[in-house]
C-alpha cells in the first residue's frame, strides 16, 4: 500500500506489518493519531528492511543471523529488521535450513572437513542444531566424510607437511582421530587390481 503524507513524501507498506491500523482506514485525507502514525511509519521502515533483505535473497541463500547482521550495518531499525526477517521466513523466502544445504555444498568446493568442524562452522553463522544436524546428515549422505578426509590428507601430502603436523590439520578440520588413522593406513596399503 503506498501512503502518500501531507507534506509530500510518500513511502509503501506491507499491511502485515500494521498492528494498530486497519487497512480500510488509510484513505484520503485521515488523519491519525501520534500512536497510529507511528505504527503506519514502523510498517514502512519494516517494508524497507523487506525490500533490502530481498536484494541480498536475490543474490544467493542467506542465514537469518547473517542477513540480520547485513541490514543492521545498513542502519535499518532492529524492529524493521526483525518483522522482516519474520514475515520473509513465513513465507519461505529465506530458511536456515536451506542456507545451511547452500552453504555446506558450496563449501566442499575449496575445502575437505569433517562433521565437527563443519558442524561448528555453522553454528557460527547462527544455523540452530537441528538445522544443523539435518543439513549435515543429508550433506553426509552424498558425501563420504572418509574421502574428504582423505583428499585433506592427499593436501597435505602436497604441502610435504610432516606425520605430526598433518595429524593437527586434520584433527583441525574436524575429523576424529580414528578416521585420520584409518586414512593414513589406507594409504600405505597396495592399490588392489
Known amino acids: 500500500m503506498k501512503i502518500i503524507t501531507g ?8 499491511i502485515n ?4 491500523v486497519q487497512p480500510e482506514e488509510i484513505t484520503e485525507g485521515t488523519e ?11 510498517a514502512g521502515l519494516a517494508f ?5 533483505a530481498v536484494d541480498y535473497l536475490a543474490r544467493a541463500e542467506q542465514s537469518h543471523l547473517g542477513l540480520y547482521r547485513k541490514l543492521i ?3 535499518f531499525d532492529e524492529n524493521a529488521v526483525n518483522r522482516a526477517l519474520e ?3 513465513i513465507k519461505g523466502y529465506l530458511s536456515d535450513r536451506r542456507f545451511a544445504r547452500a552453504w555446506l555444498n558450496n563449501r566442499k568446493i575449496a575445502h575437505s572437513e ?3 568442524k563443519l558442524a561448528s562452522e555453522l553454528a557460527a553463522r547462527g544455523i540452530g542444531r537441528e538445522d544443523a544436524r539435518s543439513a549435515l546428515d543429508e550433506f553426509f549422505e552424498n558425501n563420504s566424510e572418509e574421502d574428504l578426509c582423505a583428499r585433506a590428507l592427499a593436501k597435505c601430502r ?3 607437511k610432516n606425520e605430526e603436523k598433518t595429524i593437527e590439520y586434520l584433527l583441525r578440520s574436524g575429523f576424529s582421530y580414528a578416521m585420520i588413522k584409518a586414512a593414513i593406513d589406507s594409504e600405505s596399503l597396495p592399490d588392489e587390481k
Open 158 to 160: 602436497r604441502l610435504k
Open 87 to 89: 514475515y520473509l521466513e
Open 73 to 75: 550495518a545498513k542502519k
Open 48 to 52: 524497507a528492511a523487506e525490500k533490502k
Open 7 to 14: 507534506s509530500g513524501p510518500s513511502f509503501f507498506v506491507r
Open 17 to 20: 506489518y500494521l498492528s494498530l
Open 32 to 42: 491519525f493519531t501520534e500512536e497510529k502514525e507511528n505504527d503506519i511509519l514502523d
Open 114 to 116: 569433517g562433521r565437527s
